[in-house]
């Protein structure tokens, strides 16, 4: 079983939709939470960052984390076609490894 | 700025073939990051420098691989006797320090094909 484990999709979405990303870890040691966005043949870029558990807001994007349920999920509202791309979930822990362990990837598309 | 930049971004070579693969991290970034994504998944750890030593190389998957950091800027990372299986696009990042939840910005990878 991977350390994270992530819908691989694909998922389809009209535009204007709100659309519901999830991921599960088992490593109760994670205690920094990533969503990055991968366009085709790019590298990963950092969307969003949370510590512990919460909610971060940042424009049409909210990313959630609930430790107790192990739980990451990501949000976009009034989702956009240039929003069509890879996300990723990612984590580490505050101990001595440094290493992102990510999820397989969501591949998201939204049509106009 | 300049994000990370590495080089060739694609690179064709043959089963039992040596391949080097060069990494330009962010000019003030003390951690460097070695990844490799496969098709259809995360990218996956290989190896973290902090400086010009290798702080972790957990995720090497043999002895064919190695990396190295000489004056903990650029890093090259070398695969020899090249396989099949080693066909991914390998991604290097890099951030400020090395500290638990330090963000990394990665490069846009480098395509490695073996036939």
């Known amino acids: 079983q991977k350390e994270v484990e992530q819908d691989p999709g694909p998922l389809s979405v009209p535009e204007g939709a709100i659309v519901s990303l999830n991921c599960t870890y088992s490593n109760s040691a994670f205690q920094y939470f990533m969503w990055y966005r991968q366009y085709s043949r790019k590298g990963p870029e950092l969307l969003m960052y949370t510590y512990s558990s919460g909610n971060k807001e940042d424009g049409r994007f909210t990313a959630q984390v609930d430790k107790s349920s192990k739980y990451i999920s990501l949000f976009i509202r009034d989702s956009q076609p240039s929003d069509s791309a890879t996300y990723l979930c990612a984590t580490s822990s505050s101990g001595s490894a440094r290493q992102l362990t990510f999820g397989s990837g969501t591949q998201l598309t939204v049509l106009p | 700025g300049a994000g990370v930049s590495q080089t060739p971004s694609n690179k064709v070579t043959e089963k039992g073939k040596y391949v080097e693969l060069r990494c330009d991290p962010i000019?003030?970034?003390?951690?460097l990051y070695w990844y490799r994504q496969s098709l259809g998944q995360g990218p996956e750890f290989l190896i973290y420098f902090q400086g010009t030593g290798a702080a972790d190389d957990s995720g090497l998957p043999n002895d064919r691989f190695f990396a190295v950091r000489p004056e903990g800027s650029v890093s090259t990372l070398k695969i020899q006797r090249t396989e099949r299986g080693d066909s991914a696009v390998y991604l290097c990042?890099?951030?400020?320090?090395?500290?638990?939840?330090?963000?990394?910005?990665f490069g846009p990878g480098t395509r490695l094909l073996v036939l």
């Open positions: 000019s003030g970034h003390t951690a």
């Open positions: 990042a890099s951030s400020l320090m090395a500290s638990g939840g330090e963000t990394q910005y």
